[in-house]
């Protein structure tokens, strides 16, 4: 099952926000020590395209229903915010790449409570992305 992007507004982060308020591992930078910085850039603007697909299918589409990430009260906007950066940079120290999303997000139904997705989505997301998708309260 893929992803349906036609809800998605706009990303959830933007370089911005994952570089200078998030601050990712240095592991996970956009730029620095990569071979070939284009690439990685490449790669972040996928995955955060991706991360808020992904986030806002874990939220039941809650966040797109609203109109957007915009339109989602302060507080549990800083955590969906938070969420997608944990998911980047999760997949970035983990040597995700583009093509990788695919495979990894065709899951069928995901649901953050149930159990049995739980380690699944750990593995994909990571446990720090989980927790604050949690706090988030949407």
Not at 18 to 29: G, R
Not at 44 to 59: C, I, M, P, Q
């Amino acid at each position: 099952m893929k992803l349906n992007t036609d809800k998605i507004e706009a990303p959830y982060i933007d370089a911005e926000y994952y570089t200078n308020i998030f601050k990712p591992n240095k592991n996970a930078m956009i730029t620095g020590s990569f071979n070939n910085v284009e690439s990685h850039i490449a790669d972040f603007d996928a995955f955060r395209n991706r991360a808020s697909e992904l986030v806002d299918r874990l939220v039941n589409s809650k966040i797109s229903d609203a109109g957007g990430i915009e339109y989602v009260s302060p507080t549990p906007q800083m955590f969906i915010r938070k969420a997608t950066a944990a998911v980047v940079q999760f997949w970035f120290i983990n040597g995700y790449t583009t093509s990788d999303l695919d495979n990894m997000l065709s899951l069928g139904s995901l649901n953050i409570n149930q159990k049995k997705n739980g380690d699944t989505l750990r593995k994909i997301i990571g446990l720090d992305a989980l927790l604050l998708i949690q706090k988030s309260g949407i």
